[in-house]
């Protein structure tokens, strides 16, 4: 017998190679697996685990902004979901949830309407109460509780 060949007449460099051929394989194949679990994962897991998030979530600071604006809005995350902090052209301020209550769309804020819209299937609501006014949201936008100090803003459940 060949001194580098071994049983089913493969020498150490085949092994090698077939060895690392497979190691290469089953590393791209678990990448691939990562790569569509993960995502199915989300999808599942998802409305519980962002349930269990936002419900432990009782403020957030947002750090600076007082300094925003008045006539305008920012975006931030409350417990992982979109929200809206809005300073009203009287100097008044608003925080709602911004996702839509029909399908779950994020909301934006428009300047110019002073409205709330919802650009997937036209939902509009107040940009003061969060009220439900036209198109099919079924129902208001969670409002949050906001004080306004000095270098920041605490938005939080109401
Ligand atoms: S998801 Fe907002 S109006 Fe349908």
Redesign the pocket.
């Known amino acids: 017998m060949d001194p580098v060949e071994e049983k089913g007449g493969e020498s150490r460099g085949e092994m090698t190679r077939r060895t690392f051929v497979r190691i290469g394989l089953t590393a791209v194949g678990a990448g691939y697996a990562a790569a569509l679990g993960y995502p199915i994962y989300e999808y599942l897991a998802s409305p519980a685990e962002k349930a269990a998030v936002e419900a432990a979530v009782k403020d957030v600071t947002l750090e600076k902004a007082d300094e925003l604006p008045a006539g305008s809005a920012m975006m931030f995350k409350f417990g992982g979901m979109p929200a809206l902090l809005i300073h009203h052209d009287d100097g008044t301020w608003t925080s709602l949830s911004a996702v839509?209550t029909?399908?779950?769309?994020t909301?934006q804020y428009e300047k110019e309407q002073k409205r709330i819209h919802?650009a997937?299937?036209?939902?509009v609501y107040d940009a003061r109460t969060g009220a439900n006014m036209s198109?099919?949201?079924p129902k208001p936008l969670r409002a949050f509780r906001v004080e306004v100090a000095v270098g920041k803003v605490v938005v939080s459940r109401a």
């Not at 029909?102 to 769309?105: M, S, T």
């Not at 997937?120 to 939902?123: A, L, Q, R, V």
């Open positions: 839509c029909h399908l779950g769309c909301v919802c997937c299937h036209g939902g198109g099919p949201p």
